[in-house]
């Protein structure tokens, strides 16, 4: 197909996939002349990845780029290619302090870990960005204790599995690491977006139970 | 305790407090001479609280300060404060097409809604950017049907009454919403962090064992 059906099926306008292509995000489409290019089911595919990357998980272009690259590595076998993958996306700002709280974070997390079984893996920036919000948790005095953070290790521990069932279903290599992209990126925010619906009814039943009760 | 010393207990530099004054997310310390002001334990829980939201929170400066305004406007009852201050809160993109997949998104979230026993909030960004999230899903063909979205909807369920729980122990009603927004806003990290942990550790188990047994 030529960039302007690419664009019609992909929703994406012609400017925005000539970005891409100049970005490294999308590869190249074969040239049938000086100025056309045919582009394949393969771009589609890859042109809603990169879009459902940077528009709805607010990926930056740098980042989807190394994500991708990451994707397309043959080199290296899948469970590092798969680490590559989740280890290039965004995540939360590491601790900027080295002060009590930041070692109190640190020590929960990884009591946490050790408790549900999970090798410690000290350079991860998913490890950093979680003392970081720990600490800040522990400095305003709210909940920050094992106890606290166990429920939320149990449920991850529980979608994970789910989500690698999922990522092991899809046969070849390389769309099996665009699942595991597109699942943690895209369902981040169905995640984060059904805690904020599940807290705003549960808040409704025990705030108007207050009310009613006059409290 | 003057600037000096709420910038050497918070951690955050008189310059930066002196920005967020002037923004409105610290109310005036009380005036002692024409160039010092006063502060107080109040002064340094809420800049605690500003710097968690917009360090590590991410949220932005405007966003914080329409947040930390819902919190302190005692006009309404509680749970429309606690509405309003959750509202207020950064969510992911709203759907930004009116295509077939949008509305295969739709239905897939009230239906999760519904059979969750929660009261559809179609307004709710948090509806919204549900919704943003599984059309990109749908679009790309990604498992996101009522049975895919459903775990992660019990999730949530689990977590959000977990977490009232915890809210509704502090006693005056300002604590509790200044609770609700940092709970929200810094367990978030939490939850997503925890889960790429467990992700990367599940990663292990399903594709090292693949790779034992040759596959």
Redesign the interface.
Known sequence: MRLAELSRRS?VSPATIKYYLREGLLPAGARVSATQAEYDEEHL?RL??V??LV??G?VPVATARRVLAAVDDESA???DR??EV?TA?P???AP??D?HATARARETADE??RR?G??A?PG?P??Q??V???A??V??G??ASVE??M???R??????????????EFEASTTQLE??V???V???????????????????????I??EAGD
């Open positions: 929703g595919r809603r990845l879009r459902a528009q709805v607010r076998g899948q469970f798969l680490g989740v996306l995540h939360g700002p900027d302090d002060d946490v870990q549900l999970w090798r893996v991860n998913a490890h960005a979680l970081a919000a720990l800040a948790l400095r305003l709210y909940p606290d953070v429920p939320y290790g449920v991850a521990a529980d979608i994970a599995e789910h989500e690698l069932a999922v990522i092991d699942a595991a597109a699942l943690t895209l369902y981040e925010p169905v995640l984060l977006n059904l805690r904020r619906l599940a807290q705003a009814n549960e808040a409704g039943r025990v705030f108007r207050d009310a």
